[in-house]
């Protein structure tokens, strides 16, 4: 995950298998990054790590999965990413239209989760950002040998 022009790219980043390890780096200025778990509305922080000169780096084991919100403040504004671990192989990120797929799924019966980073719905009055909780989606899917479910996935409206 790379922080360079005051973001974090990529912005949503999807990993697997737990035990996986993230690797951070700065391309253009110090800053210092905390992480944060969020399972709805709680969260819990994790640590936090300050990259120095243009190049600095740092790995961090991802021990568990689940949904990490990494914050990085510079210059009193704030930016931030989301890293997803799962705690499978069996995960995708959609593609510009919101479509994905899943290949070489066993036959068997699954939840699969769909999930959206925080919304901005609007600002306080001091100009903070108002996000909307990330919504999460679970559906059961029955996958059968070699035949190909479609599904249509609605979030529930930021407002």
């Known amino acids: 995950l790379e922080w360079r022009g005051c973001r974090f790219h990529p912005q949503v980043q999807l990993t697997a298998p737990i035990g996986s390890v993230l690797s951070l780096i700065t391309a253009d200025e110090a800053v210092r990054i905390g992480a944060t778990r969020v399972d709805g509305r709680s969260r819990q922080a994790l640590w936090s790590v300050s990259l120095g000169a243009p190049g600095t780096a740092h790995e961090h084991l991802l021990e568990r999965d689940g949904f990490l919100e990494l914050r990085a403040e510079r210059g009193g504004r704030a930016a931030s990413a989301w ?46 950002p108002i996000a909307h909780t990330a919504p999460l989606v679970r559906r059961r899917v029955v996958v059968a040998a070699r035949q190909t479910q479609r599904m249509i996935i609605r979030f529930p409206s930021a407002h």
Request: hydrophobic share 40%; net charge negative; aromatic share 14%.
């Open 83 to 128: 890293v997803v671990v799962a705690p499978h192989p069996y995960f995708a990120l959609t593609d510009e239209r919101g479509r994905f797929s899943l290949e070489e799924v066993p036959p068997g019966t699954y939840t699969l989760v769909a999930w959206h980073e925080p919304v901005v719905v609007g600002f306080t009055r001091a100009g903070e």
